[in-house]
């Protein structure tokens, strides 16, 4: 937990050093009780018996009965979104459980979006692979991960015939990477990004590309 909210970027850095001090765990449904199956049950029901087990034996952080809301789900992502969260969970309360992905249970992701330069890209026979961006932090240009999809192979194609036009015999960032297969440019392409969150070394999370444009913007 960070401010609040749960932190994926924190809990990849922690389980990369192989720390689990402050690991929670949020239990979220019952599936048997005391040797019962409880798959048939409707949801809420699975969930009352859940929470009814946790009070019972007063168990106590780092386990937390998972909270829902029952009604307006828009309202309800809305507000996801403006904490800064990663989306919300809905599902079915009458559902029985099921195993196999269902209509009954819906993951919608919050999705951020920024503008950031390209610094570089990987070739492919037609066009690009991937692209590597950066981003401006005062006078330094720093590493912000790279993106490899959103494009047709038409638009892989334009975006390598715009970027062709840029080419640096040297990478502009301040804190140079080792990048073997990559293609630097001068920065004076910007791409519209879509993407998750920022791990915890400061790079995009599942980024998708979404259009180039070219241009200057302030840091």
Not at 121 to 132: E, H, N, T
Not at 190 to 198: C, H, L, M, N, T
Request: proline content about 4%; charged content about 30%.
């Amino acid at each position: 937990m960070h401010e609040g909210r749960t932190n994926f970027s924190e809990l990849q850095a922690d389980l990369g050093r192989g720390e689990q001090d402050r690991l929670v765990y949020f239990a979220f449904d019952l599936l048997w009780l005391d040797g019962k199956d409880l798959r048939k049950e409707p949801q809420i029901e699975r969930k009352r018996l859940l929470k009814d087990l946790i009070e019972a034996h007063r168990l106590e952080e780092p386990i937390f009965f998972s909270e829902h809301h029952e009604g307006d789900g828009q309202a309800l992502f809305i507000a996801a979104g403006k904490l800064n969260y990663e989306g919300i969970i809905s599902k079915r309360v009458d559902a029985p459980y099921r195993s196999e992905r269902v209509e009954a249970w819906q993951k919608i992701k919050v999705v951020q979006k920024g503008k950031f330069p390209v610094v570089g890209f990987i070739k492919d026979p037609s066009g690009v692979a991937a692209l590597y961006l950066g981003k401006k932090e005062g006078k330094d240009l720093v590493y912000m991960g790279k993106v490899g999809t959103g494009w047709s192979r038409t638009t892989s194609a334009q975006i390598r015939k715009a970027l062709d036009t840029v080419v640096s015999p040297k990478q502009r960032l301040t804190k140079t990477i080792r990048k073997p297969k990559a293609t630097w440019v001068e920065p004076k392409f910007y791409a519209d990004i879509e993407y998750r969150d920022i791990t915890s070394e400061g790079l995009l999370r599942a980024s998708s590309f979404k259009g180039l444009s070219r241009g200057t913007r302030r840091s």
